[in-house]
């Protein structure tokens, strides 16, 4: 029986194996015809045109919307399958993408035959040119990102931007019309003189020898053709900001003033929702300051008067919001609040979080430059102009070469720099010598004149955002920044902090003691890189002896040893991180002495200061103190980065806690040791608690001493915790 039943089952699968084709067929036959059955997952809708099968015209997934028109022109139909218009449309898009998709760019040219589509001289080879469609009721989302408010729209991609929207008539005329200038514009000279017969709607076949009813007026000889393909060019520039930004920026004219409403009409804080939220901010281009917040939190109470005076401020000039996040917690979710008040700027469907101090005036500060924040165009003299107001200023360098994707690259870092450093563009002559630039675009920063380059190894690394910000966000600080709450840390943590204590009101010592500080920076700076680059020299030296060592004793293995040593050093793993900075003497007088035992009273003086082990140094070799001088820094600053220093350091924390912070870094640097001395320490604690009372009487004779003794050095506690810039709460700061 077994035998039997395998050959039945054998001969079952032969039957159904011979039938497969016909079932294939016959869907490919109603293919054709147009005429497949939805529920046929394996039917592919092929249509035939001038005798050549045609594969369905791509229908976008949403998902894959970006992917799918990331390369070449792509000339897309959003469209909804309800719609009667787009229904009544339909035939036409179909035909006149099988009309395009079977001819020949080069007919008669090349050898390439027919019917071969995927050829480099068929017309997606040669053209780069699809036609697709997007269903807007199954991928609403993607169709109102594409700015779709009405069905069929037409839209033209290039390389996954739209570049433009479609606005001719809906005849197969107009449509081929359409067409035929922008493959003009994309292979000048390649289309034919008198223009092309276009098949009627459903057509399955058109004489592709026959002329057009009507000629086209446009001479297409090869330098007409450029003509207008420069003139498709320039057009699609002007359809995006970035690409604007681009011509203003080559053509060194001033900005076009922006169109729309008036911001702040009635001079007052707008309460928002989650659905006014997504109409008036989001969807928008308008900038917005916004506060969230909570009714019952005290520091939000406190900010409230403060922000409707702002809001009368920047009447017509600023829109001013605020979210009540108790009425909506989803959108302060959404927002990423997570303390109260939590402000925000958004610009542009962007945002930037405000954490500066909340008076008014920070707070119009802060606005003036959010307004003002564009990249603006300079020539050498306004460079020179901005110098003596800004400290510190990004500078981007272009020439006629410049895309308008680097342009809209570096407008997107604007928001970001908002409060901390000013960032211009320039194709001068003048500044390009003078800060010996080379290659184009290039970007630096200039911090009291002196330039720091951003290493792009090609233009496309310019437009890496997070590369480019995360550069920018490791100098953007002055060469010599005044220390506040906002920024203590970024100053002082991980680094040696050369902190000049400095006293505004002896306006004639504060400008030279601060001028002082500067050039100690810089001269620190100079010498850093100078020994960076011998210790480099010196590795390169001892590379090439060994390579010259090994040829000479004929060694292939010690010379492809030698050659494979990476000299990996760079100047910033090499430079001692030294930062220098000033604080406010009298603002933070409380803090000062508390933590470093300084009088500003007593004059002016310097503090290197090591944050992350809670050390600082206040004197210098000879027991003076270190002054706002040049040279009382700079010797005592070597010194004291030598490894190990060789001055003796005082300490910012108490004597029992500067205890448990030694044995903190012992675990976590020498946990080995640790662990063997713990051991130690356990035994001997046994032993003395055997021992009788004679053990114990020296050990507390030991702790007498020790509390005898104890004089912790300048410990900030009891009410005035919260004043510190690196402990507890700044000013103003968050606490809810």
């Not at 997070?466 to 002082?492: C, D, G, H, Y």
């Amino acid at each position: 029986m077994r035998p039997a039943l395998l050959a039945w089952a054998l001969s079952g699968l032969a039957l159904v194996s011979a039938a497969a084709p016909d079932k294939a067929a016959v869907l490919a036959d109603e293919a054709v015809k147009g005429d497949t059955p939805a529920n046929t997952k394996e039917a592919v809708e092929y249509t035939t045109f001038n005798g050549i099968q045609v594969p369905p015209m791509p229908d976008i997934k949403g998902d894959d919307f970006a992917e799918t028109i990331k390369d070449g022109y792509w000339w897309i139909k959003h469209y909804s399958p309800y719609c009667g218009h787009c229904n009544a449309i339909k035939p036409h898009w179909q035909t006149l993408y099988e009309f395009y998709y079977t001819s020949t760019p080069l007919e008669g040219k090349t050898a390439t035959p027919k019917g071969d589509l995927d050829a480099p001289n068929s017309f997606h080879g040669y053209y780069n040119f699809h036609f697709a469609e997007l269903n807007c009721v199954a991928y609403g989302d993607v169709c109102q990102q594409n700015g779709v408010n009405a069905w069929p729209t037409f839209l033209l991609f290039k390389d996954g931007k739209m570049i433009e929207k479609y606005q001719g008539g809906r005849s197969m005329e107009a449509f081929s019309g359409y067409v035929e200038e922008k493959l003009e514009s994309i292979k000048p000279g390649s289309r034919p003189q008198n223009g092309v017969k276009v098949p009627k709607a459903g057509a399955k076949s058109i004489d592709t020898n026959a002329g057009p009813l009507h000629p086209a007026a446009k001479d297409k000889d090869a330098e007409k053709g450029k003509e207008v393909g420069e003139k498709e060019n320039k057009k699609a520039a002007l359809t995006s900001t970035s690409e604007l930004a681009s011509e203003t920026a080559k053509s060194n004219r001033k900005e076009r003033p922006k169109s729309g409403p008036t911001p702040n009409v009635q001079g007052v804080s707008v309460p928002l929702t989650a659905e006014s939220f997504q109409k008036l901010v989001t969807t928008t281009q308008e900038p917005w300051f916004i506060k969230f917040y909570a009714p019952w939190c005290t520091h939000c109470q406190h900010l409230a008067p403060t922000w409707s005076q702002l809001a009368r401020e920047m009447q017509g000039r600023l829109n001013i919001g605020e979210v009540n996040c108790d009425a909506e917690p989803r959108l302060c979710k959404d927002a990423r609040v997570s303390a109260y008040p939590t402000i925000y700027f958004f610009r542009g469907g962007e945002r930037v979080e405000y954490e500066g101090l909340r008076g008014l005036g920070d707070l119009l500060s802060f606005t003036h430059k959010a307004l003002d924040s564009s990249v603006k165009y300079v020539d050498a003299a306004a460079f020179r102009e901005l110098e003596e107001t800004e400290e510190v200023i990004f500078v981007y360098f272009f020439d006629h070469a410049t895309t308008s994707e680097d342009f809209a690259a570096l407008d997107r870092l604007t928001l970001s720099l908002i409060g901390h450093a000013r960032i211009v563009k320039t194709d001068s002559d003048i500044l390009a010598s003078r800060f010996k630039i080379h290659t184009w675009p290039k970007l630096l920063v200039s911090r009291s004149g002196r330039p720091t380059y951003y290493t792009a190894l090609a233009p496309k690394d310019m437009r890496d955002f997070r590369k480019v910000f995360s550069w920018m966000q490791s100098v953007w600080l002055p060469l010599v920044p005044e220390v506040t709450a906002v920024n203590a840390k970024e100053i002082m943590h991980g680094k040696f902090t050369v902190l000049g204590v400095l006293n505004r009101e002896n306006p004639d010592e504060f400008k030279e003691s601060k001028r002082e500080l500067q050039n100690a920076a810089i001269e620190w700076m100079d010498k850093m890189t100078q020994l960076f680059r011998l210790e480099r020299q010196e590795m390169r030296d001892s590379k090439q002896l060994r390579i010259e060592e090994a040829q000479d004793r004929n060694d292939q293995r010690a010379l492809r040893q030698a050659k494979s040593v990476q000299i990996s050093i760079t100047e910033d793993t090499f430079r001692k991180q030294v930062n220098f900075a000033w604080i406010d003497g009298i603002f933070w007088e409380r803090w000062l002495r508390s933590t470093f035992g300084v009088e500003i009273e007593k004059g002016e003086k310097v503090i290197i200061n090591d944050e992350d082990n809670h050390r600082f140094w206040d004197v210098t070799e000879t027991g003076n103190y270190i002054t706002p001088s040049r040279v009382s820094i700079l010797e005592t600053l070597s010194k004291i980065t030598a490894d190990p220093p060789k001055l003796q350091s005082k300490s910012t924390i108490g004597f029992f806690s500067n205890i448990f912070f030694q044995i903190r870094n012992m675990f976590v640097y020498h946990p080995y040791l640790t662990a063997v001395l713990g051991v130690v320490l356990v035994a001997l604690a046994t032993y003395v608690s055997r021992g009788g009372s004679g053990g114990r009487d020296r050990l507390n004779a030991w702790g007498l001493r020790v509390s005898k003794d104890k004089a912790g050095y300048f410990h900030l506690g009891g009410d005035e915790k919260g004043l510190g810039l690196l402990g507890g709460s700044a000013p103003n700061g968050k606490a809810d």
